[in-house]
T-cell receptor
Framework: DAGVIQSPRHEVTEMGQEVTLRCKPISGHNSLFWYRQTMMRGLELLIYFNNNVPIDDSGMPEDRFSAKMPNASFSTLKIQPSEPRDSAVYFC?????????????FGEGSRLTVL | TQLLEQSPQFLSIQEGENLTVYCNSSSVFSSLQWYRQEPGEGPVLLVTVVTGGEVKKLKRLTFQFGDARKDSSLHITAAQPGDTGLYLC???????????FGKGTLLTVNP
């Protein structure tokens, strides 16, 4: 079975450009999470969707970040305009249900470098 | 805000050695998970512990949840190069979805 699929795997862009990261969760999973990982701060939850609805976006750094989940099989995380401090690995994860005792299934991540 | 402190931050050992890494907090967690992350990959769940004092074994890995559910440890016996990776603990508290992750212990097992 396919796991969580993220694209692109690597993105290098210049400051001020728009960045769009994409995620396809595991089929049948109804919860989706976007995380950001850096050496300094570790894994930080950015936003959580349940049944395609954003439930908690308190981790989104600022208005430059936005996320959508138009259907159960696709989500995007957009940064506009991008800044060097946005450089990080962005992970998408999904779970079958909305509880936190279940396993989080992570994608391979999108490594973003903003010059 | 619940915080999880992991120690040591870095650990480099020789194949065959034993090691223990720690995950500590001042907060109580309803459950705690351990993940391993290899370079260029996402974290993969190793185990979930739920009950205070619980001990779980996964081959050469032994996980323990503290009696007060504020801390956890991971012990690896006879480490192998394949054990190399970033070990992350993640705790769940009052909310039904939010996991708090520690920053991890980066383990390198040299052949």
């Amino acid at each position: 079975d396919a796991g969580v699929i993220q694209s692109p795997r690597h993105e290098v862009t210049e400051m001020g450009q728009e960045v769009t990261l994409r995620c396809k969760p595991i089929s049948g999973h109804n919860s989706l999470f976007w995380y950001r990982q850096t050496m300094m701060r570790g894994l930080e939850l950015l936003i959580y969707f349940n049944n395609n609805v954003p439930i908690d976006d308190s981790g989104m750094p600022e208005d430059r970040f936005s996320a959508k989940m138009p259907n159960a099989s696709f989500s995007t995380l957009k940064i506009q305009p991008s800044e060097p401090r946005d450089s990080a690995v962005y992970f998408c994860a999904s779970t079958p249900g909305g509880t936190n005792t279940g396993e989080l299934f992570f994608g391979e991540g999108s490594r973003l470098t903003v010059l | 805000t619940q915080l999880l402190e992991q120690s040591p931050q870095f650990l480099s050992i020789q194949e065959g050695e034993n090691l223990t890494v720690y995950c500590n907090s001042s907060s109580v967690f309803s459950s705690l998970q351990w993940y391993r992350q290899e370079p260029g990959e996402g974290p993969v769940l190793l185990v979930t512990v739920v009950t205070g004092g619980e001990v779980k074994k996964l081959k050469r890995l032994t996980f323990q949840f503290g009696d007060a559910r504020k801390d956890s440890s991971l012990h690896i016996t006879a480490a192998q190069p394949g054990d190399t990776g970033l070990y992350l603990c993640a705790g769940s508290g009052g909310s039904n979805y939010k996991l708090t992750f520690g920053k991890g212990t980066l383990l390198t097992v040299n052949p």
